[in-house]
């Protein structure tokens, strides 16, 4: 007897979960993990949004994101817009970028989609014009909170890009945040008002949704993992950024731990009770207090 496909579905997002989640905290204390687990975490992307939207509406993620990541990205290294002046270092480039980098907002960007549509709605084909406005945008913020933990440390210490100009924050400035946010909306909206137009119906599946929920906000949490161990295994030292200011690598990973316990993780608990919240039962409703009967002495009034 064969294995119903939904069960193989659900069975390949749980061991894609389990991967990444080992991948994501074994990459706290071998930084080349990282970028081997970007693959798996594409893989659960698919499957994920092909299980929730089908296959035509994730490709259309996949197209926007790599499209709009790749372009911006190139076009801010030759005139500096949207992010800034930098360059990346390394080779493995598609044009001016590496190849890591347009599978990186796929995969993050998915979660940080799937959170947002727990804290404000899913889209669905004819929502409402809030939801398909507002999740893009809760999406790109939830997405540009991870950068915000994950520049400093890959562009001041490790070098991967190099700011040109430096920056107040680490050595990275703040164009390149506002450019995240930016970059990430442009293509979330782009899905979601493929959604809006030809996606799926809006279906009642509480106990499906709920799973598939809670896989990718586990996994959006489990991205914070590297950021709090390098607090304590990475080399405390000086870095020197480009435009000649140096920095303590302490204070940039005790920073980015910080950033990411008020940010990410917040992010993610409120999502997670969010999700608690559909399985907590509402309370019953309190019938209306009964007025007593008055007394005969009550209802015979005193004369004028």
């Known amino acids: ?74 076009l801010a290294i030759e005139v500096g817009f949207p992010f800034g002046n930098y360059h990346y270092t390394g080779g493995g480039k598609l044009f001016d970028v590496p190849w890591f980098i347009g599978p990186a907002y796929l995969a993050t960007g998915y979660l940080a989609w799937i959170v947002a549509t727990v804290l404000l709605g899913d889209v669905r084909r004819n929502s409402p014009w809030l939801t398909t406005i507002g999740t893009p945008v809760v999406a790109a913020f939830a997405m540009t909170v991870w950068d915000l933990s994950l520049d400093p440390r890959a562009a001041t210490i490790s070098q991967t890009w190099i700011w040109e100009h430096g920056g107040g924050y680490f050595g990275v400035p703040m164009g390149n945040f506002l450019g995240w946010t930016f970059t990430v909306y442009l293509f979330m909206q782009v899905f979601a008002l493929y959604l809006r137009s030809r996606g799926p119906l809006p279906v009642a599946e509480p106990r499906e949704t709920t799973t598939s929920d809670l896989q990718a906000v586990l ?34 990973y005790e920073t980015s731990a910080l950033v990411t316990v008020y940010g990410m993780c917040f992010i993610a608990l409120l999502a997670l009770l969010r999700i608690a919240q559909r399985h907590t039962p509402a309370p019953a409703p309190t019938p209306p207090a009964e007025t007593p009967e008055p007394t005969e002495r009550e209802k015979v009034r005193p004369s004028a």
């Open 219 to 252: 996994l959006y949490l489990l991205t914070t993992v590297s950021f709090f161990t390098r607090l304590f295994t990475g080399e405390h030292t000086t870095v020197t950024d480009a435009s000649g200011t140096t920095w303590q690598t302490a204070d940039i």
């Open 1 to 74: 007897m064969s294995i119903p496909p939904r069960f193989n579905t659900a069975t390949t997002l749980w061991v894609l979960t389990a991967v990444i989640g080992f991948g994501l905290a074994g990459n706290g204390v071998i930084p080349s993990v990282g970028r081997l687990i970007i693959l798996p975490q594409v893989a659960f992307a698919l499957f994920h949004g092909a299980r929730r939207y089908g296959w035509r509406a994730i490709w259309v993620f996949v197209a926007a994101g790599l499209l709009i990541s790749n372009f911006l990205e190139n």
